[in-house]
């Protein structure tokens, strides 16, 4: 670093000898007075590092801008391509409208299905509470019986729901 002060000069002293050791009720003794070149290389030490400061956040604040400037890159080319996926949803829309007919009858349909079928699920969950808490063997035929059509039949509606619009 080009701005660097160079070594510090000790602000106090510490005295360890065994002159100082036999002295422990001494009074101590009266500091000697600081030199002037000595305050003048504190204040310039102390300017230096406020440089320092100054130039780390000069730094995160240019690498803030880079990351705020991608950020609005990735979210621009993300709408464009929402914006082209949900042209091309209309196009074929409107290219098909008996298809999206049947697709919001099945749509209907099926959240009816559901419905039923969700009703069934937290009867049985209701009916069996102790049973799926205490056994193992019993919570893992529950998920068998209900997860994967559960998550199928979540998985097709949101495929009809995106079609019909």
């Not at 000595?38 to 230096?48: E, K, N, Y």
């Not at 690498?63 to 196009?91: D, K, P, W």
Request: hydrophobic share 35%; glycine share 4%; proline share 5%.
């Amino acid at each position: 670093m080009s701005s660097d002060p160079g070594p510090f000069s000790p602000i106090f002293s510490i005295n360890v000898s065994a002159d100082g050791a036999n002295s422990q009720n001494a009074p101590a003794p009266a500091p000697a007075a600081q030199p002037a070149g000595r305050s003048l290389d504190v204040g310039t030490a102390l300017i230096a590092l406020m440089r320092q400061m100054v130039d780390a956040q000069n730094r995160q604040n240019q690498m803030i801008e880079q990351l705020l400037q991608i950020n609005r890159q990735v979210l621009q080319s993300t709408q464009q391509a929402n914006s082209q996926r949900q042209n091309e949803m209309t196009q074929w829309r409107n290219s098909h409208p008996e298809l999206v007919q049947s697709c919001r009858s099945a749509l209907e349909t099926l959240s009816s299905v559901q419905t039923d079928f969700l009703s069934k699920m937290t009867s049985e969950v209701n009916d069996s509470h102790e049973e799926l808490i205490d056994s193992e063997y019993m919570f893992a035929d529950f998920l068998d019986r209900y997860g994967p059509r559960m998550a199928h039949l979540n998985g097709i509606l949101q495929i009809l729901n995106h079609l019909v619009g």
